[in-house]
């Protein structure tokens, strides 16, 4: 078990270095991430290599017994490179040239900038390939824009269509192009899309609203394959001469504008960056998906790279974690398949941007509260660690989680609101409210080793997809589906079949007509038997007429009163449920799932009470069962008795209590 923090030597003096790095030894820390930022301090001029401090640094880490993760820097890069080769930096819609002096914001095309990436990536790795405490790398850091819109992006792009589609006329027909003649006769006359009366600011996550839809989610695709090109360039010279090495990138949990499946290919373990202390206390699920999400595009265990240790901020700074908080958040992503954990940062800047994005150690580098509780949470881990070893999440339960489904939403979410993340969440919450583990999978897993498969918002459905669905659930698996199912095809165009095409007959369902509602309406759902109880629908409600399936819910409403708001149908040898409403009382999803959970075979590992998340791990015989309180209350929990609780090695009774915060860790075999 790997566990320690971010830092960054060059921001100190040499002499603090040694103080560091015993703090980190007496804190059980074994493993710090270096080097993300520090391109400038590695080669000052272009071509000329200066390492000796890094070398120092690292040497220092290695007497106090600490291991190091040494990052391509390609995220900031010097002012040097862009004052030689302007055309390194990306450009924006109106054709200026972002200026230096932020990070991220390279052009991806630039053969001058990937030159210069392979260069300091090679520089490194040939010199740091034998040093002992050193092992792994990180690529870059948080891949995901900018979004550029220079003559060479362009023509980049117009070649991956080629590549993709052959012809200009096969482009035609994807993309629908008859509309507002749209034709293209020319390659060439292929844009980026980009908003018009937005010159000067870079795209955002809405940039691709406007324009062609099928347009939009190719330069998506485009944009994703483009990060993943840039780094597979850097993971193929670390492979060469540093194969004792893992190579793993910090991602961000549900960012999603790439394709984060593949982003994975090259690397060995995924890592992920935890950020969830913002606002008031929550309940904190989001985080607890983002980590299956993590642990899904690999399927295999993660790391996280950065995790909450103080007070977030650039230029306004959040709330600071309360006493237990920063464990607590360690604790649930141990429990969803964390196999190291890196707090970001060691201690607070005093100079940049990020002087207000608080470390375990203050402005005054002083061994105070938030060190306490890491070295606290450390020492814990290490004691973990011969039973963690060889265990993960094992799920029944899988939600389809698909980034082409989510561009695509973003591109023409249908109604006011509505994402992927947001109706995807609605069932995750109800399934962690039930003690249930789940794993986030793409549409081309394999859905048999799951009994019960969740699609929610799943908008774009290619027709073999659509019938591995149906065999799954002939098969004998339990899906559920919901609102805007398989709406569009691969390509973004709306299939000219009534909704939900070919999932109807497995479904039992028909919909003919669909609205969206403002803010100001809502309908009363009446649901009966498994969903007894009065709902309201909000945002958006199917017309959906039942053609053999069983009614689960209707609408109290003059014009609906002859369509459902959920079904449940037989279908060979399984169970197809359907919601074509968004209900806004989380008790329906609850009363939901119990029975989509019962008809699938699933049990839950326990019934927590309200606030407390449980995880299992399991593996080589052995099943680890995590209790974690994101409350500021003491819980009581039912758990099973005369079993170990590994912090404490007590055995368990009936009950056990958690403290706010508190978290625990049981044997159960």
């Known amino acids: 078990m790997y566990v320690g923090a971010d830092y960054y030597p060059e921001h100190w003096p040499r002499e603090r270095w040694e103080v560091d790095a015993k703090l980190m030894q007496e804190a059980e820390f074994n493993v710090v991430r270096l080097a993300e930022f520090a391109w400038i301090d590695m080669e000052p001029?272009?071509?000329?290599?200066?390492?000796?401090?890094?070398?120092?640094?690292l040497a220092i880490l290695d007497k106090h017994g600490v291991s190091a993760i040494l990052c391509t820097p390609t995220a900031t890069m010097p002012a040097w490179a862009p004052r030689k080769y302007p055309e390194v930096m990306?450009?924006?819609?109106?054709?200026?040239r972002i200026t230096w002096g932020v990070r991220k914001n390279n052009c991806f095309t630039s053969g001058t900038y990937r030159l210069l990436s392979e260069r300091i990536t090679r520089a490194m790795a040939e010199h740091f390939v034998d040093t002992p405490n050193l092992i792994g790398w990180q690529t870059d850091n948080e891949f995901g824009g900018p979004v550029c819109f220079c003559d060479t992006c362009r023509a980049d792009f117009q070649d991956w269509l080629r590549a993709k589609y052959g012809t200009i006329d096969e482009v035609n027909r994807a993309w629908g192009t008859h509309f507002w003649s749209h034709k293209y006769t020319t390659w060439g006359e292929i844009e980026i899309p980009h908003p018009s009366g937005r010159a000067g600011r870079l795209a955002g996550p809405d940039y691709l609203s406007t324009h062609n839809p099928s347009l939009c989610l190719d330069f998506q695709r485009y944009h994703s394959h483009l990060n993943v090109r840039f780094q597979r360039d850097q993971v193929r010279i670390l492979r060469a001469l540093c194969p004792k090495h893992f190579v793993t990138h910090n991602l961000m949990g549900s960012y999603s504008d790439l394709n984060y499946y593949d982003l994975a290919e090259d690397l060995d373990h995924v890592s992920w960056d935890n950020y969830p202390v913002w606002g008031a206390p929550s309940i904190p699920y989001q985080s607890s998906a983002a980590a299956d999400v993590m642990r899904g595009v690999k399927r295999k265990n993660f790391w996280i790279m950065e995790q909450t240790a103080g007070p977030g901020g650039w230029s306004a700074f959040g709330r600071n974690p309360r006493p237990g908080e920063i464990r607590k958040v360690a604790y649930q992503q141990l429990a969803h398949g964390a196999d190291g954990q890196v707090w970001f940062r060691w201690r607070t800047c005093t100079a940049g941007r990020e002087q207000y994005w608080h470390g375990l150690l203050g402005h005054d580098g002083k061994p105070l509260r938030r060190y306490q509780e890491a070295a606290q949470t450390a020492k814990e881990y290490h004691k973990l660690a011969p039973e963690l070893e060889g265990t993960?999440?094992?799920?029944?339960?899988?939600?389809?989680?698909?980034?082409?489904?989510?561009?695509?939403?973003?591109?023409?979410p249908g109604f006011e609101g509505n994402s992927y993340h947001s109706a995807m969440m609605r069932y995750y919450s109800a399934l962690v409210r039930a003690g249930v583990n789940v794993d986030m999978i793409k549409p081309t897993e394999d859905f048999s080793q799951?009994?019960?498969?969740?699609?929610?918002?799943?908008?774009?459905?290619?027709?073999?997809?659509?019938?591995k669905l149906s065999d799954y659930v002939k098969g004998g698996g339990v899906l559920l589906a919901d609102c805007r199912l398989a709406v569009k095809d691969e390509t973004n165009l709306c299939y000219?079949?009534?909704?939900?095409?070919?999932?109807?007959?497995?479904?039992?369902?028909?919909?003919?007509?669909?609205?969206?509602?403002d803010d100001d309406m809502e309908y009363r759902v009446v649901g009966k038997d498994v969903v007894a109880g009065d709902y309201t629908a909000v945002k958006y409600v199917d017309w959906?007429?039942?053609?053999?399936?069983?009614?689960?819910?209707?609408?109290?409403?003059?014009?609906?009163?002859?369509?459902?708001?959920?079904?449940?149908n037989r279908s060979g040898k399984g169970t197809a449920y359907?919601?074509?409403?968004?209900?806004?009382?989380?008790?329906?999803?609850?009363?939901l799932i119990a029975d989509m959970l019962k008809t699938a075979g699933v049990s839950a590992h326990l019934a927590p009470p309200e606030g407390v998340e449980v995880s299992a791990r399991e593996g080589g015989g052995?099943?680890?069962?995590?209790l974690v309180n994101h409350t500021e209350e003491k819980q009581q929990v039912a758990v099973p008795s005369g079993k170990q609780e590994l912090l404490s090695g007590e055995t368990t009774g009936d009950t056990i209590t958690l403290d706010k915060y508190g978290v625990a860790v049981i044997k159960v075999q």
């Open 90 to 96: 990306a450009m924006q819609p109106d054709g200026e």
């Open 544 to 568: 959906t007429t039942p053609k053999g399936a069983d009614v689960l819910a209707t609408f109290d409403q003059w014009h609906l009163e002859s369509f459902a708001a959920a079904t449940r």
């Open 578 to 591: 359907y919601v074509g409403a968004v209900v806004s009382e989380p008790a329906f999803y609850d009363q």
């Open 45 to 57: 001029m272009e071509g000329q290599y200066e390492f000796g401090w890094l070398d120092d640094a």
């Open 392 to 412: 993960t999440v094992e799920a029944k339960v899988a939600i389809i989680y698909d980034y082409e489904t989510i561009w695509a939403l973003r591109i023409q």
């Open 496 to 517: 000219d079949r009534t909704l939900p095409g070919l999932l109807s007959d497995t479904l039992g369902i028909a919909i003919e007509e669909y609205e969206a509602m």
């Open 450 to 467: 799951y009994r019960l498969v969740i699609a929610p918002d799943f908008y774009l459905v290619p027709d073999e997809v659509a019938q």
């Open 622 to 626: 052995k099943k680890l069962l995590f």
